[in-house]
């Protein structure tokens, strides 16, 4: 739990929040347990459980049935849709269910590939997890297509932009791009990236899987083509949402059965989805717009209300949208606070090295997730010994494998991954740095 001083100075009610996650109350050893492991998933709120085994207790069904539960089933995926929409800042028709991002992302690059032809080109990244990679690399090899790489700069670990600009010409057909690195932390330029696709007329696809626990998505306002994320890892069920513009989604041919309506969403969405696990997408959606709730109510601000965006957008700005974008501002705020304390802490620890970007000046560019490695201590080794006293890391290349090939420390065990969320706590921070000076003795 965190001490009255770091709830205090927290943009977070800390008790409300951990309060919500059961999981986090376990111990390891006798140590209480400390989840730095958000990156490869995050815990889920009792909301989310309630809702998943409240869906299979009572509403389990197939959908489109003219009966009680499958009514049930049907209008809790709109309801979940329509909560996803919130979310993302799109139409609820521009969301796809699917069992997680690589999955959705290779069924978007076969229906994307089947309208290229050889000569055509298509960008990725060295920074990219490889499941925003290796779809489009196997698509280009499908169809002929001539694959470019954005290389990085090695020293921060950012994207080389001029480099990936001059990879971008006529025949770029699209451009895959992560919004932020799930292994150092690196929050991509992605507006800026979708305005060079778009200019040579190229769709932008962007992972956003790594970003969506740690800052708002707005789709309508990035203008991105496609963007996916997975709810596991924004405190949800073990799902995949993938936003395409309803123009692509309607132009594009996908692979599917015949008795599959042509009408979008459901066109993309293929066999009986997981409907529990969906019963707990508006549960986690809901459950980061309380904390905007809660931030703004402490504030004084009234409760948002529905404002229209008018113009031609049909979406309106929904009083959950508003929540959900405090929410955000709230969990910046705190998630800053403790990437501060651990990035100076790290810092301290002789013979430490931290892969990307570690000027706080530059924090803006990055999130809490930070990739390190300590001289004579393998990442297993770190990891392992963390684990012992309940700190959970991760050690290896987390699928972010073009980045520790290049970096060169894919051999030799990659990189110890320290993941901060919002349920984190100062006090966690400070035991955190104390154990890794523990174990490597200073
Ligand atoms: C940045 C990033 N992209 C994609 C993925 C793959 O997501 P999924 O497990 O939903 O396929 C992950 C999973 O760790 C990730 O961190």
């Not at 700069?153 to 001029?162: G, N, R, V, Y």
């Not at 508006?282 to 459950?287: F, I, N, P, Q, T």
């Not at 606070?337 to 000046?361: H, Q, S």
């Not at 890391?393 to 980045?403: E, I, P, Q």
């Amino acid at each position: 739990m965190p001490t009255p001083e770091t709830a205090i100075a927290s943009a977070l009610d800390l008790t409300y929040v951990r309060s919500q996650f059961p999981a986090l109350a376990q111990t390891v050893n006798g140590h209480p347990a400390v989840f730095l492991d958000g990156p490869g998933g995050t815990q889920v709120p009792q909301r989310v459980i309630d809702a998943i085994s409240g869906y299979l207790l009572r509403d389990n069904a197939n959908t489109g049935g003219a009966y009680a539960t499958s009514r049930r089933t049907d209008a809790m995926i709109a309801s979940a849709r329509a909560a996803t929409a919130d979310f993302l800042h799109c139409g609820a028709d521009e969301v796809i269910f699917g069992p997680n991002m690589t999955s959705l992302t290779y069924a978007m690059s076969r229906a994307i590939g089947r309208d290229l032809k050889p000569g055509d080109e298509i960008l990725v990244t060295r920074l990219d997890h490889d499941a925003n990679v290796s779809p489009w690399l196997q698509m280009a090899e499908d169809h002929g297509l001539t694959v470019r790489w954005a290389e990085i700069h090695d020293e921060d670990c950012t994207l080389d932009m001029a480099d990936l600009a001059s990879k971008i010409n006529a025949k770029t057909k699209l451009v895959a791009v992560g919004y932020a690195s799930n292994a150092v932390g690196t929050i991509n330029p992605v507006k800026e990236i979708v305005r060079l696709a778009h200019a040579a007329g190229a769709v932008a696809y962007i992972d956003a899987v790594h970003y969506a626990p740690h800052g708002l998505i707005d789709v309508a306002a990035l203008d991105c083509d496609f963007l996916v994320c997975s709810t596991y890892k924004f405190f949800g069920s073990h799902m995949g949402v993938l936003f395409g513009k309803r123009e692509h989604l309607k132009r594009l041919r996908p692979y599917k059965v015949r008795p599959n309506t042509n009408a979008i969403p459901n066109c993309w969405e293929w066999g009986t989805l997981n409907h529990e696990c969906i019963a707990g997408i508006a549960a986690c959606v809901e459950y980061i717009a309380d904390l905007g709730r809660r931030a703004l109510s402490e504030k004084g601000v009234p409760h948002p209300t529905r404002v229209s965006l008018g113009g031609n957008n049909e979406t309106q700005l929904s009083s959950r949208r508003a929540a959900i974008e405090a929410a955000y501002a709230a969990i910046h705020e705190h998630e800053r606070g403790l990437l501060e304390r651990l990035m100076a802490g790290l810092r301290e620890i002789p013979g430490l090295k931290i892969y990307g970007i570690t000027d706080p000046a530059r924090f803006n560019q990055r999130c809490g997730t930070l990739a390190i490695r300590i001289e004579n201590h393998a990442p297993l080794e770190l990891a392992t010994k963390l684990g012992e006293r309940g700190f959970f890391t991760w050690d290896g290349n987390y699928y972010a494998l073009n980045l520790t090939e290049h970096l060169d420390v894919e051999k030799s065990g990659g990189f110890l991954r320290i993941g901060l969320v919002h349920y984190n706590t100062m006090e966690e921070v400070a035991r955190l740095l104390a154990a890794l000076r523990e174990i490597v003795g200073v």
